[in-house]
């Protein structure tokens, strides 16, 4: 549905378009994240440390929700630049913590954000009015029932914003403040965090950047089991990651013989193919079996592809993400759930990253 309105956006453009894609990013994110929950509530879930750029993490958690505050909350995340912190964590954290806020209360959220160098923390503080009559006890085990009107309660959603906070390390807090008869809910949690390499004490970058970019004109080959995304890969993805149009290649195969000349072609550019897209499970239209997108990026290691191989999967939590990094073939993971920005972000300091290291 993402692909379908992108592709609608760039032919006929209407007023409406990016809010639908931001809900429907954010909804496809809000599912992979009912899989970490899982991991959480088991204890099977791992902390992972990725490099974040929290101004384009913010924009993504808050411009859908129509927040009158975002531009200042990105005006004060501007000296952050990149930290490592697990994102996921961070993500369901906030994420249900502002549907808690703007549901429970009078719409005015004020959101900050900042990051304690003593403590190695970002920190999450998120105030709202709240009716006098309120609940206060986030550690309960269940909710209240929802009534048709909403309950004047300030814990409601935030049991799994306290669940993530703990299962990434860190701790929170909530207390109300009486002022002039006004009651404000103050929720404050602090994840580990850490300064980037990318991103170093001191630095100050601009509104516009986002970290490492790609270099222009790349060739970049793509494969996966759906025409729309294929569509979606050749008409969207490729022109944001300035790949040259004219070398580049996405395939939709049919049968076994397809994707072996996939992976045929890949290896025979002169200069090699930059980066390799590849779709988890891909399930041919006239074939037996489920191609792997890992079993190919183990067959190009084993003749030497030395390029960016990217794994693009609707399957994305960590576990997920463990799996497909488990041979050392696959260089990044990417959710399909993820923006169009975030993703070409990741994929470029990914890129950027392999170049160092090479």
Known sequence: MATLVELDKKEKPFGNQD????????????????QVLVELTSGTYQTSFTVVNVQQFVRSSLEDKGCDYLSSVLDETVGLGSLQFDETMAWVVLEN???????????????????????????????????????????????????????????????????????????????FIEDL?????????????????????GRSPSHEDDGPQLPEKLTVYAIDDS??????????????????????????????????????????????????????????????????????????????????????SANAATSDDDEYLRSGSVDICIGKHESLQNSVGLIARAYAAKKRND
């Open 97 to 175: 913590a502002l549907s808690n806020a703007f549901v429970h209360g009078d719409g005015r959220v004020k959101l900050s954000v900042k990051f304690d160098v003593e403590t190695s923390t970002i920190c999450f503080i998120l105030k709202n009015h709240v009716p006098t009559k309120c609940e206060s006890n986030i550690s309960a085990s269940r909710p209240p029932l929802r009534s048709k009107k909403a309950p004047p309660s300030t814990h409601c959603g935030l049991q799994h914003a306290s669940l993530a906070c703990n299962g990434a390390g860190g701790t929170y807090t909530l207390e």
């Open 181 to 201: 008869g006004v009651r404000t809910a103050v929720f404050s949690v602090s994840l580990p965090a850490a300064m980037s390499k990318c991103s170093p004490a």
């Open 227 to 312: 025409r729309v995304i294929c569509k979606g890969i050749d008409r969207i993805l490729l022109k944001a990651l300035k790949a040259d149009r004219s070398t580049s290649v996405v395939c939709c195969p049919e049968n076994e013989s397809d994707v072996a000349f996939f992976i045929e072609q890949v290896l025979v550019p002169n200069p090699p193919v930059a980066l390799v897209l590849l779709d988890q499970n891909i399930e041919l239209e006239h074939g037996s079996q489920l191609v792997l997108g890992t079993s190919l990026a183990d067959e190009l290691r084993a003749q030497s592809y030395k390029g960016l191989l990217v794994i693009r």
């Open 19 to 34: 809010r639908v894609l931001a809900q429907l990013y954010r909804t496809m994110r809000w599912c992979a994240s009912r």
